[in-house]
Nanobody
């Protein structure tokens, strides 16, 4: 079964940090572009960050630029999201996703073919 499995979520105080991981299983996603999205209660799923298949290009939502960093390790077939200076408004379920094209600035949910199950991030004030 093809899966993307997120981990690393939890409860953190405002100003703190968390590192999310998303590991692939069932097939390789090393040539896929990877993205992180988040969804807060009552809101639509929104783009957070994206990294090209090679790791050479990254894109960020304006709300997280300068605080979050996306990276990947294609040997481990894992993508990471380092989140610093967390704010209460960052509270959401965070999802990783993979897209076959591997390149380009893709920020829409429909751009991605594979999704993880999500991990909860809660930032207390």
């Amino acid at each position: 079964q093809v899966q993307l499995v997120e981990s690393g979520g939890g409860l953190v105080q405002a100003g703190g940090s968390l590192r999310l991981s998303c590991a692939a299983s069932g097939r390789t996603f090393s040539t896929y572009g990877k993205g992180w999205f988040r969804q807060a209660p009552g809101k639509e799923r929104e783009f957070v960050a994206r990294i090209s298949w090679s790791g050479g290009t990254t894109f960020y939502a304006a709300s997280v630029k300068g605080r979050f960093t996306i990276s990947r390790d294609n040997v481990k077939d894992t993508v990471y999201l380092q989140m610093n200076s967390l704010k209460p408004e960052d509270t959401a379920v965070y999802y990783c996703a993979a897209d076959q094209s591997g390149i380009g600035d893709k920020r829409k949910v429909y751009d991605y073919e594979y999704w993880g199950q999500g991990t909860q991030v809660t930032v207390s004030s």
